[in-house]
């Protein structure tokens, strides 16, 4: 990826620069740690760029780590979408991915070290007395009774623990910090608890499971890992993280957190408990529905892996919160797409069209570019015939003043065809649906521009009756109605915001034959109408795709707008 322009610098930057100015030897060692519950979306997009980019631009390396310590939420099917869509983004963790189960034997030494060291305890506070004990911002922890048992009696108990000898949720390992701290997080967390699930790597070995606050960390150390970037809600459990650090002995190595702002974009929820149950909930399809922010939905509607890189290193990194707006994520493709996309033509909305003077049986075929944006694109043959299909759009019998489109006695351009006239047209005289348009065409403008010099004000795309290819075309809106879905209003849920007409589906679409030499997931521009990709749902002659944006730039137009 060097060959793209390399993020601009940011504070982590400057942090990696100025220990690499005290110490040269210094390694830059990151990780990317998702937990198995769910597929990634964009805003996990931002932590891999960025995990992974200054991996690459550090020479260092980053790691690939599953933080797989919840067993009842997590699972095989979202691993595997997890390393799929890592390495659809362009990234490569060569041999180093790692899972969090991997070390429970590890965790569970570790922990047994504390415990030695008078750090750490067994309780049995029942969850809610747990809550209770730990007081708030404003009122002090209470030690619970269980605090200064023997080292013992500990021992024993967590390892009556480890062998399931108690019900979920009867016992705790606990961390003995300070019940007074100003920080909850430093209240006597809970390291360990009890939970008789079937983990998706260990089965049933286990029946403890480490907490996130404290696996992570040791994760973080035993894979030497140099610095630990996570989203600015977990800067209160730095205390706690570097505590952890500091109280566990022979560590290999002493990672450093730093917090930076998480991605939130315009239109959507990027949370996973959120996605998952729009998922379960019917209201989108599948994960990896075209309109769903994740990965796996972005690459379906079209998205491409440089796009989404682009527009991380757009969106930039910092420590404010803020809101960025789905169209620039929009503007981070188009140009990637204008450059690559195949074009062609389709029509969505198909009006048959006549041309009384073109032979009957015959088939001209026009040589036309598949790309003008690519020299090296090539071109592809485009069948001309008598009748052919137009966008209802493109014709009025009875237009308004600035409409140059087609109309009756006018004169108007079939892209790369010819010029034709329209001469009449036919109508369903109880609906007014205009049922068939006749034209005239004029064979001495082929190639759709007249040696005489004559000028048109419209040019239609279009599809041969005879050879074109039937589809179906889905359209997209935002998933939601409002800017930002996680602001509700009082009594509201994200799920009331829901955009009703955030699908359309067009059944009977006329597309040209090229179409059909084509692979699921091929970007096109459908001249006029927009970028679509070839969906996973396509069968031969039955084509389906998604637009994924139009061919307007509203990004450029806000940024100017705004200026102005
Ligand atoms: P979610 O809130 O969607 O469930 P999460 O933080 O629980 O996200 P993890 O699987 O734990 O999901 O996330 C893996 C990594 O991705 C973490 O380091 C996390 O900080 C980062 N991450 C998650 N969401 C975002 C986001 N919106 N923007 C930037 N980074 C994110
Ligand atoms: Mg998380």
Redo the contacts with the bound molecule.
């Keep these: 990826m060097s060959e793209e322009t390399p993020a601009p610098t940011n504070f982590i930057k400057n942090i990696i620069s100025e220990d690499l100015a005290h110490n040269s030897e210094k390694k830059i060692h990151t990780r990317?740690?998702?937990?198995p519950?769910?597929y990634l979306?964009i805003?996990?997009a931002?932590?891999i760029v960025l995990n992974f980019g200054l991996a690459e631009e550090y020479t260092g390396k980053c790691n690939l780590r599953m933080?797989d310590t919840n067993p009842t939420k997590e699972n095989e099917e979202y691993v595997q979408s997890i390393v799929e869509d890592v390495k659809w983004l362009g990234y490569d963790w060569q041999d180093r991915l790692y899972y969090a189960s991997d070390y429970y034997e590890k965790l569970y030494e570790i922990a047994l070290g504390l415990i030695r060291d008078g750090k750490a305890y067994v309780c049995q506070l029942t969850p809610e007395q747990t809550r209770e004990y730990r007081g708030t911002l404003t009122k002090p922890g209470t030690p619970s009774p269980y605090r200064d048992r023997s080292v013992e009696e500990n021992l024993s108990l967590f390892e009556e623990m480890r062998q399931g000898k108690f019900p979920d949720g009867s016992h705790t390992l606990r961390a003995k910090i300070d019940m007074a701290s100003g920080n909850l997080n430093m209240r006597d967390p809970v390291m360990y608890r009890i939970m008789k699930a079937e983990h998706h790597r260990t089965g049933d070995a286990w029946k403890i499971y480490p907490m996130y606050d404290y696996a992570h960390v040791i994760s973080d150390a035993l894979e030497d890992i140099t610095y630990s970037?996570?989203?600015l809600e977990?800067e209160d459990h730095r205390p706690l993280y570097n505590w952890f650090l500091e109280n566990v002995a022979g560590l290999p190595g002493t990672p450093r957190q730093i917090e930076?702002a998480?991605?939130?974009l315009s239109y959507t929820v990027?949370?996973?408990?959120k996605?998952s149950e729009l998922v379960s909930s019917g209201l989108v399809k599948s994960w990896d529905d075209p309109r769903m922010p994740t990965i796996a939905g972005l690459r379906r509607r079209g998205f491409t892996p440089k796009s989404l890189r682009k527009f991380c290193y757009m969106i930039g990194v910092s420590k404010a919160d803020n809101l960025v707006e789905i169209a620039m994520l929009e503007f981070a493709l188009r140009e990637d797409l204008n450059q690559n996309a195949r074009r062609a033509m389709v029509v969505m909305n198909p009006l048959k069209v006549i041309i009384d003077n073109f032979p009957e049986g015959k088939t001209e075929w026009l040589e036309v570019e598949n790309n003008p944006e690519d020299p090296n694109s090539g071109t592809r043959r485009v069948p001309f015939t008598r009748e052919i299909y137009i966008e209802r759009e493109d014709f009025q019998e009875d237009p308004p003043k600035k409409y140059f489109r087609m109309a009756p006695g006018r004169e108007v351009r079939f892209m790369k065809a010819y010029y034709v006239t329209c001469i009449d047209y036919k109508k369903d005289p109880r609906t007014g649906e205009i049922l068939e348009v006749h034209c005239t065409y004029d064979p001495k403008t082929r190639g759709g521009w007249s040696e005489d010099g004559r000028k048109v004000k419209g040019t239609s795309h279009w599809v041969s009756a005879q050879y074109a290819v039937e589809g179906e075309v889905r359209l997209y809106e935002h998933l939601f109605t409002k800017e930002n879905p996680e602001q509700v209003e009082e009594g509201k849920e994200y799920k009331d915001y829901i955009n009703e007409n955030s699908l359309t589906v067009l059944k009977h679409c006329k597309m040209e034959p090229s179409i059909e030499q084509s692979e699921v997931g091929e970007h096109f521009q459908f001249l006029r109408m927009g970028y679509f990709c070839k969906d996973k749902d396509s069968r031969s002659h039955r084509l389906v795709f998604n637009k994924t944006v139009g061919l307007q730039d509203k990004w450029a137009k806000m940024q100017k707008k705004n200026k102005g």
């Design positions: 990317f740690p998702p937990e519950n769910g979306h805003g996990h931002k932590s933080d970037l996570c989203t977990f930076f998480r991605l939130n990027l949370s996973k408990r996605l």
